[in-house]
């Protein structure tokens, strides 16, 4: 199956660490990209390739991979994080490309 | 500054045609591959359809396959998405996005995005 899985919804306190991650079998051959957007606004790009930041992206966005599994991490969370986040990556064999059903952050 | 600045949507009736525009600016629009991506209200985001920088490559996913046809004016800096025979469900925002760099399929920069309604 090429579809990616995240959790709906994930909290975080102000300033901690949290973890959103995606699943999905494209991802054992392709890295996945995350995007955050919110409400009425264009998605933006935040983590693309091998953990790489698009410029203007604060460092404390990290991407990491492990088997079918993709993570973004923010590193000490700030109130403007909090947003729909999405995955998406390529499966090679089918030249598609899909996302993931979205991961809604609330920074508490 | 990349730009790029979409037109065409709005509301058609089931069945219907219309198509979608997006203009690049900023960049040399002919180097880059590009993509639609659609988001239905208030539901994720849902990849449409990819074209290469030179049109040598195109895909699309299986829901507008044989309906949505994806083109590119590298001279006149423009992309294109011509939808024919419309339904309910692909009542979405489209937006138009561009790889950040060549080498990747991330969407880097998008469009600002058009509604299209599809409804009797």
């Known amino acids: 199956s090429s579809e990616l899985t995240q959790d709906p919804a994930v909290s975080v306190a102000l300033r901690q660490t949290v973890r959103i991650t995606c699943q999905g079998d494209?991802?054992?051959?392709?890295?996945a990209s995350w995007y955050q957007q919110n409400p009425g606004q264009a998605p933006v790009l935040v983590i693309y390739?091998?953990?790489k930041r698009p410029s203007g992206i604060p460092d404390r966005f990290s991407g990491s991979s492990s088997g079918n599994t993709a993570s973004l991490t923010i590193t000490g969370a700030q109130a403007e994080d909090e947003a729909d986040y999405y995955c998406?990556?390529?499966?090679?064999?089918?030249?598609?490309?899909?996302f993931g059903g979205g991961t809604k952050l609330t920074v508490l | 500054e990349v730009q790029l600045v979409q037109s065409g949507g709005g509301l058609v009736k089931p069945g219907g045609s219309l198509r979608l525009s997006c203009a690049g600016s900023?960049?040399?629009?002919?180097?880059?591959?590009m993509n639609w991506v659609r988001q239905a209200p208030g539901k994720g985001l849902e990849w449409v359809s990819s074209?290469?920088?030179?049109?040598?490559?195109?895909y699309y996913s299986d829901s507008v396959k044989g309906r949505f046809t994806i083109s590119r004016d590298n001279a006149g800096n423009s992309l294109f998405l011509q939808m024919n025979r419309l339904r309910v469900e692909d009542t979405a925002v489209y937006y138009c996005?561009?790889?950040?760099?060549?080498?990747?399929?991330?969407?880097?920069?998008w469009g600002q995005g058009s509604l299209v309604t599809v409804s009797s």
């Open positions: 996005a561009r790889v950040y760099e060549s080498s990747t399929y991330a969407s880097g920069y």
């Open positions: 390739g091998k953990n």
């Open positions: 074209i290469s920088s030179g049109s040598d490559y195109i």
């Open positions: 998406n990556s390529r499966d090679s064999s089918s030249n598609r490309w899909f």
């Open positions: 900023g960049f040399t629009f002919s180097t880059y591959s």
């Open positions: 494209s991802l054992r051959g392709s890295y």
